[in-house]
């Protein structure tokens, strides 16, 4: 390999002697070397690195700080996730990932009754073939149910077939024998109206100002608990037909119907069902008619993204404060390089080179924390929740490995792009200064 064009002379090899002259030491320039050295900046600032003290302060502060960044965020983007998923399930569990209601009616005993034909059934047969989808027609009707002296208001949800999310939720009996009088009652309501499987209850019925209310009697054959407070404090499941009799209504009438199936439903899925139904018709999914409940749920992304921003600019302002440090306990190094043709730019990358370490360390930390943390989680469930005010009764844990990856590439370069001012001011130091006061 030639030698460069602006290196000193003497570094030229003379082909007759096939040997390489010295040259004075004034004449040596690290530009010469830097077809031998092109990744010189990275292996110097690596070497750096390695050498400073395992246990030093700048260094453990750095690391720790970041470690604890990244710790925070993927707990936070782990549980947040879990949460919304968990009760996005239960809340699908008794609404469907989809609802067939009236045009503009809310599902509650107030909305208006729609008939669903044979020919409708086929349609949506034939759109829902790929996709094997649970159709469950539902009716529902408010009540007063009354056992001894305890009187509780309630509805029933009149259901062609207990929906199969609601199954898994049992906490003692069986599955109801339907059509028949038997219901499923939550275990809340069982408390308050103390009773238990196979008792039976009344339940008073309001069918207009002038009428006498209706009375009919219940058998609990099953008792089950969602966690949804709000849910179970009210519901109790009953055969559609129960409702459609105390309404006076057809067979065929019914008030929504729920859609179940265990892949969520595409936007062009959802168009092409909207499009097959008649006009009086919609399609409804539980974000539209429990927009609070959302909303709440999507303040978990935003709080932990702002704790995320808040430990990172922490660490960002560390790395400024560690880079200072090192630099100034490498200052003779730094000049001497400096002196010898080190230019501005090499010794800038040199230093983020330096300070690489300390990101990468804590990233390694706060990833083997972070995911320690929450396997154990995932397994033991030791972190309990109120399921009055979260749904769920210990903390859930979603692995959103493009959210991991996400979090850490995001850490790792706002920390590192931090560090560019304070390196690029601790690369113009001059070497005259510097090694006059040493």
């Known amino acids: 390999m ?108 107030d909305a208006l009754p729609f008939t669903w034909t044979k020919d409708l059934s086929v349609r949506f047969a034939d759109l829902l073939e790929e996709s094997p989808t649970t159709l469950i027609s539902t009716c529902y009707k408010g009540g007063m149910a009354s056992h001894t002296s305890q009187m509780v208001g309630a509805q029933l949800m009149g259901v062609s077939d207990l929906p199969p999310g609601i199954r898994k939720h049992k906490t003692k009996g069986e599955l109801p024998t339907w059509p028949g009088t038997g219901i499923w009652l939550s275990t809340t309501l069982a408390r308050e109206l103390n009773i238990d499987v196979d008792s039976t209850f009344e339940m008073y019925f309001s069918r207009d100002a002038q009428s006498l209310p209706t009375l009919r009697y219940f058998t609990v054959q099953g008792l089950y608990e969602t966690g949804l407070v709000e849910w179970d404090a009210q519901t109790i499941f009953c055969h559609e037909r129960q409702v459609q009799k105390l309404n006076r209504w057809e067979p065929d009438q019914h008030q929504a119907l729920l859609l179940y199936r265990s892949a969520p439903f595409t936007d062009k899925e959802r168009e092409g069902l909207l499009l097959s139904l008649p006009m009086e018709m919609s399609l409804y999914s539980a974000r539209e008619d429990y927009p609070q409940l959302y909303q709440w749920l999507d303040l978990f992304d935003t709080n932990t993204w702002i704790l995320g921003v808040i430990l990172t600019l922490v660490a960002a302002f560390n790395a400024a404060v560690v880079i200072f440090i090192r630099i100034i306990e490498r200052r003779k190094s730094v000049a001497i390089l400096r002196t010898m043709g080190l230019s501005s730019s090499r010794l800038m990358i040199s230093i983020l080179t330096l300070f690489s370490r300390s990101i990468l360390w804590g990233l390694l930390y706060g990833n083997i924390l972070a995911f320690s943390f929450l396997y154990l989680e995932y397994q033991i469930k030791f972190l309990p929740l109120d399921p009055q005010t979260y749904y769920v009764d210990a903390v859930p844990v979603a692995w959103n490995w493009g959210g991991f990856l996400w979090a850490n590439g995001l850490i790792f370069t706002a920390v590192l792009l931090s560090s560019l001012l304070p390196a690029k001011i601790l690369s113009k130091i001059l070497p005259s200064q510097v090694l006059r006061m040493q």
Request: hydrophobic content about 40%; some cysteine; glycine content about 10%.
């Open 2 to 109: 030639g030698a460069p064009s602006d290196c000193p002379k003497a570094w030229a090899v003379d082909k007759k002697r096939k040997t390489m002259p010295t040259a004075p030491m004034s004449q040596v320039s690290l530009h010469c070397m830097a077809p031998s050295w092109r990744n010189f900046s990275i292996w110097l600032g690596w070497q750096w690195g390695k050498r400073s003290p395992k246990l030093h302060r700048a260094n453990g502060l750095a690391t720790a700080v970041i470690a604890a960044g990244v710790f925070t965020v993927l707990v936070g983007i782990a549980t947040g996730d879990g949460l919304q998923e968990a009760i996005d399930q239960k809340v699908d569990e008794f609404h469907g990932g989809l609802q067939i209601r009236g045009y503009q009616q809310q599902p509650s005993p």
